[in-house]
C-alpha cells in the first residue's frame, strides 16, 4: 500500500480480483507466488500434470517430497501458496484445459495467466479470451530467452495474429531447455502487468509484445495496438465468429463432432509419451487397477494408477480425466494402441472436469 501506484484503494482491488493461472510449470509456479503474495483475493489453478524429479530444477514450488509421490502440480502449488498467504482462496483444478471445459474454468475470471508450454493450449486461451472478453498475459521461455505479451480484446491485435508472423515458439524445450532466472525475469514481467491490469492501471499496461535474452543482453518489442505507430500487422480474428469455441465443446459433448478421438504426442522428456482424450472422459482409477492387478505391477494412489506390464519396459500412468503418460516409449503408433487395449470399456463419458 506504501507503493504510489498501488495505495489502499489498489490493494482493494487486488484482493476482490480473480485469477487463472494455466499451466503450474516453471512460470506458473512463480506467477503464483508473486501474485497471493500480493493478496489477490482468488487463485484458480489449473493443469493437469504431477511433479516429477526434472522438475525441480525450474519449478521452484515444489521439492523431492512431492516428486516422491506423484503428486498433482495444483495440489502441490496450493498446499504450499495456502501456507505463504491463508486469505487468499486458492481452487485447485486437476486438469487440462480443453474446448469443453475452458468456458466453465475461465467464464468468473477476471484476468488469465499464461504457465503452458503448449501452443495449442494457448491458441485456446486466446479464442476463449476474445469470447469472453477477458484479458489474458502470455509468457515464454526457452534456454535463457523470455517473451511476454498482455492480450486485450479490443486494445491490442491477438496471440494468432503476432505468432502467424514471428514464430518465436520454434524451439522445443525437448531439445533446447530452460535456465530458471528466464523464468523468473518472464513470470515477473507477467506479474507486474497483472498488478497493473487488476488495479486499474489500464494506461500504463505494456503495448508490446516483448522478447529478450539474458545470455546476450539483448532485446526487442513488437507494437500490439490496433492503431500503433509501429503496428505492421492487422489483426483479422477481432472479426472473427468465436462462437465456434463454445459449439465445438457442444458438439463434443454431444458426440457429435467428427475430430480425432485421441491427441498423442511426444513430451519434453525424451523417451515419453501423453495421451489424451479428445471428448470429454472419466476413468475408474480403482475398477483398472483391479482389472491390471494379475498382469503387471501396479501403483494406486487417489490422484493416479501407476502400471508396468509383466513382459514390458514401458510404464503406464493413467489419470483420472483418461489421460495416460507412457515412460520408456517413443513410438506414437504404438502408444495409441496400449492406450486403447488398457483403457478401453473403462473410460466413460462425463461432464466433470475433476
Known amino acids: 500500500m506504501r507503493v504510489r501506484n498501488i495505495g489502499q484503494d489498489g490493494q482493494e482491488k487486488l484482493c476482490s480480483s480473480r485469477i487463472a493461472i494455466v499451466g503450474m510449470g516453471a512460470l506458473g509456479c512463480m506467477l503464483a507466488q508473486h501474485l497471493v503474495r500480493s493478496g489477490v483475493g482468488y487463485v484458480r489453478l489449473i493443469d493437469g500434470d504431477t511433479v516429477e524429479l526434472s522438475n525441480l530444477q525450474r519449478q521452484l514450488l515444489y521439492d523431492e517430497a512431492d516428486a516422491a509421490v506423484c503428486k498433482p502440480k495444483v495440489i502441490a502449488a496450493a498446499d504450499k501458496l495456502s501456507c505463504i498467504n491463508s486469505q487468499v482462496e486458492l481452487s485447485a483444478i486437476f486438469t487440462e484445459l480443453h474446448a469443453w471445459n475452458a468456458r466453465e474454468l475461465l467464464a468468473d475470471i477476471d484476468l488469465i495467466l499464461d504457465g503452458s508450454d503448449r501452443m495449442d493450449t494457448r491458441l ?110 492487422v489483426c483479422k480474428c477481432a472479426q472473427r465468429d468465436h462462437e465456434k469455441v463454445e459449439m465445438e465443446a457442444e458438439l463434443i459433448h454431444r458426440g457429435g463432432l467428427a475430430v480425432p478421438e485421441l491427441d498423442v504426442r511426444l513430451l519434453c522428456k525424451q523417451g515419453k509419451v501423453q495421451i489424451t482424450s479428445l471428448r470429454p472422459l472419466t476413468l475408474n482409477l480403482q475398477e483398472l487397477a483391479e482389472q491390471l492387478a494379475s498382469k503387471g505391477v501396479i501403483e494406486l494412489n487417489r490422484y493416479r494408477l501407476r502400471f508396468r506390464p509383466g513382459s514390458m519396459t514401458v510404464q503406464l500412468t493413467f489419470f483420472f480425466d483418461g489421460r495416460v503418460f507412457m515412460d520408456g516409449l517413443s513410438d506414437l503408433e504404438e502408444a495409441r494402441q496400449l492406450y486403447l487395449r488398457y483403457v478401453g470399456q473403462h473410460a466413460g463419458r462425463s461432464e466433470s472436469t475433476g
Open 124 to 233: 485456446l486461451l486466446n479464442d476463449v479470451s476474445l469470447k469472453l472478453d477477458i484479458p489474458w498475459i502470455y509468457g515464454g521461455v526457452v534456454r535463457d530467452e523470455g517473451m511476454y505479451a498482455v492480450f486485450q480484446p479490443s486494445r491490442t491485435i491477438c496471440f494468432r495474429c503476432l505468432f502467424a508472423s514471428h514464430g518465436w515458439e520454434s524451439h522445443a524445450c525437448r531439445t533446447q531447455g530452460v535456465l530458471s532466472p528466464a523464468v523468473a525475469v518472464t513470470s515477473s514481467y507477467q506479474a507486474m502487468e497483472a498488478i497493473k491490469l487488476l488495479t486499474g492501471a489500464t494506461d500504463a499496461v505494456t503495448p508490446y509484445a516483448h522478447y529478450f535474452s539474458m545470455w546476450e543482453d539483448f532485446r526487442y518489442r513488437i507494437d500490439l495496438r490496433q492503431d500503433g505507430k509501429e503496428q505492421r500487422m
